[in-house]
């Protein structure tokens, strides 16, 4: 099946930028850093995107409802398309090594409505000994073995991860 017209838009938005956010090529960004550099494209596209680290800046979702139909339990994301009904998730030195990856696919398979993901991982990170990890390469290996195995259903109609 052929992706959702709209994901073009949003990889021209990534393409675009590319040269001042990829990590192979410099160290300077972190996920907020290429949050904010994507932020104007993206919202020129219909994205809510998170502003800052502050409570009215945040973008949340709902997951479970409450008494009187409050909601009683909401996460926290960076980005949300209510038309496209998608989540965005950017990661950068705890994407792989934090399990942050792992933590998105689970908390962003109960936010109400999501029917897409999108998730963001650095194409280089160095730690320790560790030399340019590619966080980007081992999501995709780990998204081929989820599918290729059948023995995790997630509930969504597609799944994009970018490397940056």
Do not use: C
Request: aromatic content about 10%; cysteine-free; hydrophobic content about 40%.
């Amino acid at each position: 099946m052929a992706p959702p017209r709209w994901i073009t838009q949003f990889n021209e938005s990534v393409k675009s930028s590319q040269s001042l956010i990829e990590s192979s090529l410099h160290e300077r960004f972190d996920s907020d850093q290429v949050l904010q550099v994507l932020r104007d494209s993206l919202v020129d596209q219909g994205w809510l995107i998170e502003a800052g680290k502050k409570a009215a800046d945040k973008i949340s979702r709902p997951v479970l409802y409450g008494d009187r139909g409050a909601t009683k339990v909401n996460y926290e994301i960076d980005g949300w398309h209510p038309t496209h009904k998608a989540v965005l998730e950017i990661e950068s030195g705890r994407g792989w090594q934090g399990n942050a990856f792992y933590r998105d696919l689970v908390r962003t398979s109960l936010v109400q409505d999501a029917e897409y993901l999108i998730i963001g991982l650095r194409l280089s990170y160095s730690y320790a000994s560790v030399k340019n990890q590619n966080d980007y390469q081992k999501a995709l290996d780990q998204m081929d073995a989820i599918f290729a195995s059948g023995r995790l259903q997630l509930p969504f109609k597609g799944i994009l991860i970018f490397g940056w």
